[in-house]
């Protein structure tokens, strides 16, 4: 799904930040908390949604004591390489930039629509178009001529800057923008839907290779016996199932 980071500052991986299975830790398991349906902070202000069950079942085929941090998406990459939590399970969609300073597992979704929201007909070649910081929508505006891209730091704030007149449109994984559109009604979909990313997958260090194996295995076991697609069918109606072979 959603993001690219490309960190102005990615520091070095340090001593203490050694794969949680060779120092037998705990694994943590960081995430934005507030891009539902894929992560959000319930009414108990504990993490919920798709990425959340997703998290412990994985954890649980891995034989793994997982625990959930939640870290602001701008730094989120970086907090991961320093060693302040183990994974990113966090919407974060699969893309070059991304893999040159982090590793993945396999996807734990396919690639997903991107859509176009906004309060009336606009004319995307000429818009304002709202996205949040360093995500793969964000890249995609700054790449279509006669747009002007505007950042923020939430994807609510993204949503309101339609609202309030500070963009004439916004960009965002369908799946986030599907409830806002029909529920409150003030934003329709407006052009064609947008391909964007590799599916999403869990970011893990470099160096965690064993992680990596043990989260690759349990995300084969879920794509096999159809528990990933009832996830899938569950938070992502409309999205892109796999197939029985994975």
């Avoid at 908390?33 to 919920?48: I, K, M, R, S």
């Avoid at 954890?59 to 990459?77: G, H, K, M, P």
């Avoid at 839907?193 to 970011?203: A, E, K, Q, S, Y």
Wanted: net charge negative; hydrophobic share 45%; charged share 20%.
């Amino acid at each position: 799904m959603k993001k690219l980071f490309l960190g102005a500052a990615i520091v070095a991986l340090t001593a203490g930040a050694a794969s949680a299975q060779s120092s037998g830790q705990t694994v943590r398991l960081g995430t934005e908390g507030g891009y539902p349906p894929y992560n959000f902070l319930d009414d108990n202000g504990e993490v919920a949604g798709f990425e959340r069950e997703l998290g412990d079942e994985l954890c649980a085929r891995a034989e793994l004591t997982c625990e959930w941090v939640t870290n602001e998406w701008d730094s989120i990459i970086p907090n991961l390489v320093s060693g302040n939590y183990d994974a990113i399970i966090a919407g974060m969609s699969i893309t070059d930039e991304r893999d040159a300073v982090i590793d993945f597992t396999q996807p734990y979704t396919r690639p997903d629509p991107s859509a176009f929201a906004a309060m009336g007909d606009v004319a995307l070649d000429e818009a304002v178009i709202a996205a949040q910081t360093g995500t793969i929508q964000a890249g995609h505006v700054a790449s279509m001529p006669g747009a002007t891209l505007v950042e923020f730091a939430t994807p609510e704030e993204t949503v309101a800057a339609v609202r309030n007149g500070e963009a004439d449109a916004v960009i965002a994984d369908k799946a986030f923008l599907v409830p806002i559109v029909e529920n409150e009604g003030d934003l329709n979909f407006i052009g064609e839907d947008v391909l964007l990313g590799g599916g999403i997958g869990l970011g893990l260090r470099e160096s965690d290779d064993s992680l990596q194996q043990q989260f690759d295995a349990a995300i084969d076991s879920m794509k096999q016996d159809g528990s990933l697609n009832a996830l899938i069918e569950k938070w992502l109606p409309g999205s892109a199932k796999f197939d029985d072979a994975g």
